[in-house]
């Protein structure tokens, strides 16, 4: 009984959430859209002409909202992109115009073959991660389970990411929150944390954000 309550309570404060209801009128597939949204309107992320990767992209706002802050700058009218975007993800997701996806685990060769074949020998400017392991409530191994998440989109950013470009990942406060800061420090030069306002009171999620490599690629 006590289940069911929570359930009917969060489906409630779901359904009359005004960024649900927010996204639905403005044709996004999530309220997470509007996380990018204040960040990138803060920190400039997303600019034209970019190579844009989003890991973990299901179910696609953030596809959605890359690609239509590319195709407003400078206004096309072709309906076009003024840059490139591919989404990756181990679900799949309904096409998005003028998005690559690419469905599978972006650690699998397969798939980092077809992300090579989709960029056609450019870097990637800016990496975006939306990506929530699943979290059992225990508080141990889910910070593991967040750490390992983070330390793989690093590990990405490291690999493909242009010298002065970007990486943001969502993370959760928690035991492991301060050593995953401190691998950002390592490997960016700038590192902050944003919380968006969209983000729910009550979760513990937090973005960080590291811009411009500390170390090129051997």
């Keep these: ?19 649900v209801k927010r996204a639905r009128r403005e044709g996004y597939r999530s309220r997470a859209v509007y996380k990018l949204q204040e960040i990138d ?15 973990g992209a299901a179910p696609g706002s953030w596809s959605q909202y890359a690609r239509n802050k590319l195709a407003a700058r400078p206004c096309r009218t072709d309906g076009g992109i003024n840059g490139t975007i591919i989404a990756l993800d181990i679900l799949p997701i309904e096409p998005i115009s003028n998005v690559k996806f690419i469905q599978g685990d972006f650690r699998n060769e397969i798939v980092l073959e077809q992300l090579k074949e989709a960029i056609n020998g450019r870097m990637i400017d800016l990496v975006i991660s939306d990506i929530a ?9 889910d910070a593991a389970r967040i750490e390992h998440v983070c330390d793989l989109a690093l590990k990405f950013a490291q690999d493909y990411l242009i010298l002065d470009g970007a990486l943001l990942v969502k993370c959760f406060h928690g035991s492991k929150y301060s050593q995953i800061v401190e691998r950002f420090k390592h490997q960016f030069r ?11 009171d009550k979760s513990s999620e937090i973005f960080i954000l590291g811009r411009i490599l500390k170390y090129p690629r051997a």
Excluded: C, T
């Design 1 to 19: 009984m006590l289940k069911n309550r929570f359930n009917k309570s969060w489906l409630h404060n779901h359904i009359n959430d005004p960024y």
């Design 41 to 55: 309107e803060l920190d400039n992320l997303i600019q034209p002409g970019q190579v844009i990767v989003d890991l």
């Design 133 to 141: 392991p699943n979290l059992s409530g225990i508080a141990v191994a």
């Design 190 to 200: 700038i590192v902050a944390s944003r919380k968006p306002k969209s983000s729910r």
